[in-house]
């Protein structure tokens, strides 16, 4: 038979890309008919955990309240704006990587194989990362007033700058439409991923200014 042929690490890439590719197809079709929760999306953030109030700045996250938003700073996701480590993004690297592995291990030893494979798995999240950024830019582009998103809340998907020294984007619900928005602030210190803004103006046509919600 075709299983017992393979070897074991060939048998474990299979079942690993089988795995991924089928739970990354579900999530964007989950996406695609609107049932999309970046919170569960995303790795940023790391609430709730106790002990961690003394660790104080962090990758120059300073002000430490809860949250790490290690994953969300430059460098390590911040690749042309777009943000790579995501549930999305992991399965798209274990899938693609997978597949081409087993295909280079019929003709490299498996060091190189794996090599390739992985470079080919970052190459597929990275596309998978951009071809989504560029579907809610499409969507969003529709004739909506982002002026009736003033007074509204959002959470914050990508880090926004304090003292508005760049830009960030926030997630929220505008006109019956889960849009994400480039977002700038005014607070003294920056908004980290996932937490709760208030958008409060507009700098530009689609550009939001916010401040970070109130603790009720």
Request: proline share 1%.
């Amino acid at each position: 038979m075709w299983w017992n042929g393979l070897t074991d690490y060939q048998q474990i890439l299979f079942i690993v890309a089988v795995a991924a590719t089928s739970l990354m197809v579900l999530l964007i079709l989950l996406m695609l008919i609107g049932f999309d929760n970046s919170e569960f999306d995303g790795f940023d953030g790391l609430d709730g955990l106790d002990g961690l109030d003394s660790i104080g700045d962090i990758d120059g996250v300073s002000d430490f309240d809860g949250s790490v938003d290690v994953f969300n700073n430059e460098p390590i996701t911040d690749i042309g704006g777009l943000k790579i480590l995501t549930i999305r993004g992991v399965l798209a690297f274990f899938s693609m990587g997978s597949w081409v592995t087993m295909l280079m291990l019929d003709y490299l030893n498996p060091w190189i194989s794996t090599l390739i494979g992985a470079v080919a798995g970052f190459i597929a999240a990275y596309l998978l990362a951009y071809a989504l950024n560029q579907a809610l830019k499409l969507e969003n582009s529709g004739n909506i007033d982002y002026r009736k998103a003033i007074g509204s809340s959002a959470t914050v998907y990508m880090r926004v700058p304090k003292d508005r020294s760049g830009k960030g984007k926030v997630n929220l619900v505008l006109e019956d439409r889960y849009v994400e928005l480039e977002a700038i602030t005014d607070d003294e210190e920056d908004i980290l991923s996932n937490k709760e803004v208030k958008v409060v103006g507009l700098s530009d046509r689609s550009t939001l200014i916010v401040t970070k919600a109130s603790k009720k």
